[in-house]
């Protein structure tokens, strides 16, 4: 959540953003008394920062980028 945090009021700031997925994690939460797994919260807030223009890529491809 930090790392999404940091993200937005990058975008906000009209800042390039790459977010390296397999270098952050999260944790599981409870949402209306439901456990959901931290996979699955991971896997969703990779996918909104992707869906807003955010670069997600994994550590071997970022070290490719160079």
């Not at 223009?53 to 491809?61: F, L, Q, S, Y």
């Amino acid at each position: 959540m930090c790392v999404n945090a940091t993200i937005r009021a990058t975008k906000d700031l009209d800042f390039d953003c790459i977010v390296i997925g397999d270098a952050c994690a999260s944790k599981n939460l409870k949402y209306k008394g439901e456990l959901v797994g931290a996979v699955k919260v991971h896997q969703s807030f990779l996918t909104a920062m992707s869906y807003f223009d955010v670069h997600v890529t994994d550590a071997e491809n970022f070290l490719l980028l160079e």
